[in-house]
């Protein structure tokens, strides 16, 4: 193994076997040291790269680009990455055709299509009992050689006839709704900017969309998310003319605080509009009932649940408001109000509070799926996806449907013009398949929309413990592996976690991992503190000043994998990502022996100064903020940047951000990369890889997972050793630099 040390040095580089002659490279350039002192409450604290955050500065672009082309020719030097990439795209291309995120309106059926060999899917509808489908949109026909654009969202009018499709290019999130007919696949001409989302009036003649502000070239970038505005558009007219429904000091009867996302709507069968404003990422909101006039007046609003309410979900039908509410239970429980008189304290509780979650699993997804016939409820049950049917009416109870018990519910699919829904069923090892309830024979029929084939693994065995965790908590940890796996220590393992938001890591089949766990590799899941798999409970108890939990719950579920020989510490690498950088971050910080490999992807780092990014107002609910002393205690607690110790051997780490990402900043990878690199005192490499064709990865084209997730493994083996992945490019001097101060 060829090593080198200098006690202020960068390392780039690192050998676990002989056979490789590696070609030696320009190393990337080195972050210079400019420290920034800050004040908090006291406390200083340096910030060695604070001029890394001006990702317009020619020095930044030049050192971005720089540390991004290192890392290219580094990782597609890697021998056997052609081959794994191969695998990859082998596995990611199992299907004839993979159909995802069914819709259903009216008579018709809508989904995403993507056929085997297509970069990305396609809008497709089809009548819902069956016959033949149709395009309705060719995605990629939008995208270029070295731009994508993205299908971020879709929209289907109450009837089925017309539909939106929101639209972004590079991934950048920067959407423009479009609107198509289902008949012919006609575009309309007018087209929303800006747009957050937008749903169908009661009688499909008009969109109600959330716009964001446009701002003036010079505008600080917290002012993207400030004063997001409610705006009405009649369908055949001007969108100058589009009426402003809702926003910061639209109406004087519901306040809408900055960095609040309102939505204003009507719904079809109801003589009531309702709305509601979610302050950033904060699921509590307070919810207003009013007619029809009120949105274009602005009054008529009778305020129902106020944010101390914790409502999280919503569904109005006729004069039957129902509510997710998380007052007094971690659990949830579900009300419903007359939206005539609309007293929460008269509510009538038609599911009380128990052992189910009353969360679909991620921010974001509803748990109140409004049907023709009944309300379907998505839920977790143990971090297991259950779906209960609620017929409308008084006194009416719910049932919870008859799903294989193995079966995770990923998704649910209903529209009030519909009875039944349709329900999207998984599990760690099985792709799974979307059924239809009907609910006049309450029974489950498959629609067959993914097919089995034979490049599915059919060996793939999945693990559900039980562990301790480091304060004694129990912990659940996900264990997944193809049969025959010998415990001796020596398998290549991955374990991923998340931890925030309340958003649960529930069972889902990803032919991205399949590469990985064909070769013998181990995949585990820490379902960490910070997340929902366990209720609200468990998410308070990994947020804000509870957050060390989230990471030394992870570094627990790793310590179980060693003790238990599922694998050892020079066999162990870890990746997260967004919200999951914390995760990473701290774990490398506090225990950078336990691990042999990190991914890091578009991680939050320098917590300290995420608000000053253009997602970061709007996380304060979730993180705190620096402007208050608990708020900055738990955000430095939480900063793995800052936790970055010279002289510290940090495990091989790599570091990603995307160049469109407007959920977290590049520059908190370039930050966090750059400290590790000038305190790392070991031989491990530490990358940073940048995507100038991509966000947040939300929206990445299957060229893009292909060699995300290809970087991803060979990295983890080439430096587990395995002699098949060692480097032949590789920069073989070291940089002195100046260490930052922590």
Partial sequence: MLTSFLPAGIFFFALHATGQTPKSIAPPPVAPVRPVTDTYFGQQVVDPYRYLEDQKSPEVVAFMRGQADYTRAVLDSIPGRKDFSAEMSRYMNAEEAAITDLKVA?????????????????????????????????LPKLSTATSHVSLDDYTPSGDGELVTVELSPGGSEEKTAHIYETATGRELPETLERCLGAVFSADDKSLFYLQLEKLAPNAPPTDKYRRPMVHQHVLGTPVAQDTLVLGRGVSPEIEVPEFSFPIALTVPGSKFAFATVTPGVDPDGSVYVGPPSALTTHTGWQKVADFSDKVTDEALHGNDLYLVSFSDTLNGKILRVDAAHPDLKTAEVVLPASDLVLSGGFIGTNVLHAASDALYIQCLQNGIGR??????????????????????????????????????LTSWTTPGDSFRYDSASASLTALHLRVPNPVDPTDLVSEELTIKGLDGTPLPLSIVYKKGLVRDGKAPTTLIGYGAYGDAFTPGFSRRYMAWLERGGVLAIAHVRGGGELGEGWHLAGKKLTKPNTWRDFIASAQYLIDEKYTST?????????????????????????????????????????????????????????????????????????????????????????????????????????????ANAGPNPILFRVNYDAGHGITDTIAQQVSDWTDIFTFFLWNFGNPDFQPTALAQTTTPATHGSK
Avoid at 392 to 403: I, M
């Fill in 570 to 678: 020079p066999h162990l690498g870890i990746w997260s990502q967004s919200a999951g950088g914390i995760l990473i971050g701290r774990s490398i910080t506090e225990r950078p022996d336990l691990f042999a490999a990190a991914i890091d992807g578009v991680p939050c780092s320098d917590m300290l100064r995420q608000e000053t990014g253009a997602n970061g107002p709007a996380n304060i609910p979730e993180y705190g903020t620096v402007k208050d002393p608990d708020g900055f205690k738990g955000l430095l607690e939480m900063a793995a940047y800052d936790h970055v110790v010279p002289g510290t051997k940090y495990p091989a780490t790599l570091v990603t951000a995307g160049a469109n990402d407007p959920r977290v900043d590049p520059w908190q990878g370039a930050k966090m990369a750059s400290r590790l690199q000038a």
């Fill in 387 to 424: 779906v209960l049917r609620l017929p409308y009416g008084p006194n009416s109870r719910a049932t919870t449907l008859p799903l294989p018990a193995t079966e995770h519910a990923d998704a649910v699919a209903t529209a009030l013009s519909v009875s039944g829904a349709v329900i999207d």
């Fill in 106 to 138: 009216g008579p018709y059926l809508f989904y995403r299509k993507r056929n085997r060999g297509e970069n990305q899917a396609s809008l497709y509808v089809r009548l819902a009992p069956g016959g033949s489908e149709r395009m309705l949109l060719d």
